[in-house]
């Protein structure tokens, strides 16, 4: 069987002798089909797995890319729905307002209504004691006068006169009297119906005015859920970063210390009384969107990104390494890929120094410097300010190195930290 196997290969790989002569002696190498055999098929595996790795980098460098546009169409559509929703809140506070406004009218004019009707009521009940009076007065009056003219007419010897035309200038008094009450009567009745057609329309606004406060309600909810999301995360990256986040919102804020614009608190006259807990809420929301908005540009400034956007390997991080302190982090790359800066800032090295090679030094905000080394071509100046993103040169393998590689460099104050802190932070957020 092995006889057969091995006639097989010598037909496919026939026996082959290398050989290697010096001025002495000739010597020579001799392959057997199975050594060839084998050398091809370790030569295939050794081909493929390369391959299988370098189209795993490439998937992983083209996922990241996508993932971060993602990230920005995604935070661009957040921003959209918070102004949506600003929009939205500023249009049911003025509906409410103006619901307020007439139910403030309309309580107005039932007041006004029912102080009519007091008054109606006053006026009648004051007429049916004149007309009391006027009756008593009338009546003692024609009394008085029958007395006295039955008085006369005895006394001249005549027959008393009839007591049936004096009544009638009585009883025309009293029909004045009592077509005066009727029209006061009526008008009573008409101010009645008024006043509760009044009451009617302000239950109406009073719940239309509850139901624009409980959907105003429910936006600001959704507000303060939205941006607490959104601020939490970027809270969490500073803190991971070693960064204090209050005191990194009061150095941006410091810079940018110009007033007015849409994040300018709200402020309502309260004319002595307690503060609008609505005008307090949106208040809230205002600071957060300024503290997310703060973070955005804190964001820009700090290293939170990676030098590289092409396919890389890490070959060798931050630490102790041969005997002394490696202050950065080592990415491995095709000879020329290009370098970009990792945060805004001003170029204050670029040239040549010694075991860095071609360096090229950044200073941000906060502090912080980012230097990268060992590259070949550099294409920024001194003095030079670049942003997040902006191309500062090629991988190379300048100064001590022992491959093409680049040499990353975060300081703080100075000091050398990790730069994997501020890169894994943002990973973990966007």
């Given amino acids: 069987?092995?006889?057969?196997?091995?006639?097989?290969?010598?037909?496919?790989?026939p026996e082959r002798r290398i050989f290697i002569r010096s001025e002495a002696e000739t010597r020579y190498l001799r392959l057997t089909p199975l050594t060839q055999c084998a050398g091809i098929v370790g030569t295939t595996l050794l081909g493929a797995w390369m391959i299988t790795a370098s189209a795993?980098?490439?998937?992983?460098?083209?996922?990241?890319?996508?993932?971060?546009d993602q990230t920005s169409r995604d935070l661009v559509l957040f921003e959209n729905r918070l102004s949506e929703l600003a929009s939205e809140r500023d249009m049911r506070a003025e509906e409410a307002a103006a619901a307020q406004s007439r139910f403030t009218t309309a309580?107005?004019?039932?007041?006004?209504?029912?102080?009519?009707?007091?008054?109606?009521?006053?006026?009648?009940?004051?007429?049916?004691?004149?007309?009391?009076?006027?009756?008593?007065?009338?009546?003692?009056?024609?009394?008085?006068?029958?007395?006295?003219?039955?008085?006369v007419a005895v006394l001249e010897g005549s027959e008393a006169p009839t007591a049936g035309v004096t009544p009638q200038d009585m009883e025309a008094t009293v029909d004045v009297l009592a077509a005066t009450l009727a029209d006061t009567a009526d008008e009573r009745d008409a101010m009645v119906v008024q006043a509760n057609q009044a009451m009617r329309i302000a239950e109406t606004l009073d719940a239309d005015l509850k139901l624009l406060e409980e959907k105003n309600d429910r936006i600001f909810s959704q507000l303060e859920d939205a941006v607490t999301v959104s601020v939490a995360p970027l809270d969490k990256m500073f803190k991971a970063a070693g960064m204090d986040p209050d005191r990194l919102i009061s150095t941006v804020r410091s810079g940018y210390s110009g007033q007015g614009g849409p994040l300018t608190p709200i402020t309502f006259s309260t004319m002595g009384g307690l503060p609008d807990p609505d005008g307090l809420r949106a208040n809230g929301i205002i600071e957060k969107m300024d503290r997310l908005n703060l973070y955005r540009i804190a964001a820009q400034k700090a290293p939170f990104a990676l030098p590289l956007k092409d396919g890389f390997r890490y070959t060798s991080g931050f630490g102790p390494r041969w005997g002394r302190m490696h202050e950065g982090t080592d990415f491995a790359a095709a000879y020329g890929t290009p370098i970009y800066a990792t945060a805004d800032g001003v170029v204050t090295?670029?040239?040549?120094?010694?075991?860095?090679?071609?360096?090229?030094?950044?200073?941000h905000e906060f502090g912080i410097e980012t230097r990268y080394a060992h590259q070949s071509q550099i294409h920024v100046k001194v003095g030079q300010r670049v942003s997040r993103g902006d191309k500062i040169g090629a991988m190379g393998n300048s100064g001590r190195s022992t491959g093409t590689h680049l040499h990353y460099e975060v300081r703080v104050g100075g000091k050398a930290v990790n730069p994997m802190i501020y890169i894994k932070a943002a990973n973990d957020v966007f």
């Fill in 107 to 151: 309580l107005t004019q039932i007041s006004q209504m029912q102080s009519d009707l007091l008054a109606s009521e006053e006026r009648r009940r004051e007429l049916e004691t004149a007309i009391d009076v006027v009756q008593a007065n009338l009546r003692d009056a024609f009394s008085a006068r029958e007395e006295a003219e039955l008085a």
């Fill in 349 to 363: 090295f670029a040239g040549w120094q010694n075991g860095y090679g071609r360096l090229v030094k950044i200073q």
């Fill in 1 to 13: 069987m092995i006889r057969q196997f091995n006639h097989m290969l010598e037909r496919r790989f």
């Fill in 56 to 68: 795993m980098v490439l998937m992983d460098s083209i996922g990241s890319g996508n993932l971060r």
